[in-house]
């Protein structure tokens, strides 16, 4: 099986940078500002591109555990974008061909047939708690 890349968190944040916001009729990105399944067009169209370099750590240390901020659980739009929590934590990172926006997936298998979830990362969600992954993403 090959190996997946690992990508640092400063190579993340430079897809994020990359990515364009406008309308895109292929990834539908507006449609995943909160978690939602995969469709098979998207699946197709998101290259994937890697997981969080030393994300095993954290998917050791936290588990299940969730991130949250006043109010929001897992569902919401505005949930936090933690990366070093669940499910964040054992996303892969993946970018759509077409726009470049980029996106966390993951096999969700709570009490329910497994299902592909993915996500539209936005940038001002995103939260580093307990994340030193890669300290140098300035550097
Ligand atoms: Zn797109």
Redesign the pocket.
């Known amino acids: 099986m090959d190996k997946v890349k690992e990508v640092s968190l400063k190579e993340f944040f430079l897809l994020v940078d990359k990515s364009d916001t406008k309308v895109?009729k292929?990834?539908t990105?507006e449609l995943y500002l909160s978690w939602g399944n995969i469709t098979k067009e998207m699946d197709q169209?998101l290259n994937v591109i890697g997981a969080f370099l030393n994300s095993d750590c954290y998917i050791n240390k936290n588990g299940y555990t969730e991130f949250h901020l006043e109010g929001t659980n897992y569902w919401s739009e505005s949930a936090p974008i933690a990366i070093a929590y669940y499910p964040y934590h054992e996303s892969k990172i993946r970018v759509?061909n077409?726009?470049?926006?980029v996106f966390l997936n993951y096999t969700d298998y709570s009490g329910h047939a497994p299902q592909n979830r993915v996500r539209l990362v936005r940038k001002n969600l995103i939260v580093l708690d307990d994340c030193d992954f890669d300290l140098n993403i300035k550097g």
Request: with cysteine; charged share 20%.
């Open positions: 895109c292929t990834c990105k169209a759509c077409e726009c470049s926006a």
